[in-house]
């Protein structure tokens, strides 16, 4: 009865689907035994195919919201998604900031959404200006695929871009899946300041819906019960992979990874 979960301030999108975005967060979350408290940033129009439009809240409702919260309840890590404006970019880095105050070393995983898996764009260039100037600077770990990671450096090599994007502070997981170099494994890079780790997977042969989200959210469940960078970045891959090798389809488009504990829905 004294058990307390470490808890992860999430700040993300919500996706009716379920696959993406705020559910996404919860469950891995809730997978690796941290509690997510969700601060909603946009509602999305979107399907198991793509993301139609995006609804960006007001950035008074999420500074309020999350301001109420941290009164109250400690984070031991906080997990950024989808923002949806420059607004929000602006006021998320500076709630960061602010909550950093009292507790400096706190991991901070921003997985940066700036196009959806159907192609959408869904970053502007003044959103990606914010994102440098203002949030990127406040992270631990960033989590881009090789495409985001070119748009956030502006650099049209991947490998280039996720070194470029490495400072004292922020270390940069570059995730493979969408350089198909390699047709038969994804290769998955983390940058630090001291040092580069690499991890090869079999390439899996389906296209889903929300394993970004869930990388990202499983390496801040991770982190928040302590665990060192690397040892939570590979612990992270190795249950995202096994949600996408046990995934479902709720439509016709991409498959939604199966975070539910194995031990609940299998007999």
Not at 44 to 52: E, L
Not at 119 to 144: F, K
Request: aromatic share 4%.
């Amino acid at each position: 009865m004294s058990y307390r979960p470490p808890v992860i301030l999430t700040f993300s999108g919500l996706d009716p689907t379920g696959g993406a975005g705020i559910q996404a967060d919860i469950a891995s979350q809730t997978l690796v035994n941290s509690h997510c408290c969700p601060i909603i940033t946009s509602y999305t129009s979107q399907d198991t195919h793509n993301v139609y439009s995006i609804y960006p809240l007001s950035k008074d409702v999420i500074e309020q919201s999350t301001r109420c919260l941290v009164r109250d309840v400690r984070p031991q890590a906080i997990k950024i998604g989808l923002l949806g404006s420059t607004e929000i970019v602006l006021t998320v880095a500076a709630l960061i900031r602010d909550i950093r105050i009292d507790c400096p070393q706190l991991p901070v995983v921003f997985d940066p959404v700036l196009a959806a898996g159907g192609g959408t764009n869904l970053s502007s260039d003044q959103l990606l200006d914010a994102i440098r100037e203002h949030l990127l600077p406040v992270c631990s770990l960033i989590t881009p695929n090789t495409d985001e990671a070119c748009k956030l450096a502006d650099i049209s090599n991947a490998y280039q871009a996720a070194e470029s994007l490495v400072t004292a502070q922020t270390s940069v997981l570059l995730t493979g899946t969408h350089d198909e170099t390699d047709k038969d494994r994804v290769h998955n890079r983390l940058y630090t300041k001291e040092s580069e780790t690499e991890w090869h997977w079999e390439r899996l042969p389906d296209v889903y819906h929300g394993s970004g989200c869930t990388l990202a959210s499983l390496v801040a469940g991770l982190l928040a019960h302590g665990i060192p960078l690397v040892e939570a970045v590979e612990q992270a891959q190795a249950l995202t992979i096994k949600t996408l090798e046990d995934s479902y389809a709720i439509g016709d488009g991409q498959r939604i990874p199966n975070r539910i504990p194995a031990d609940l829905y299998k007999s």
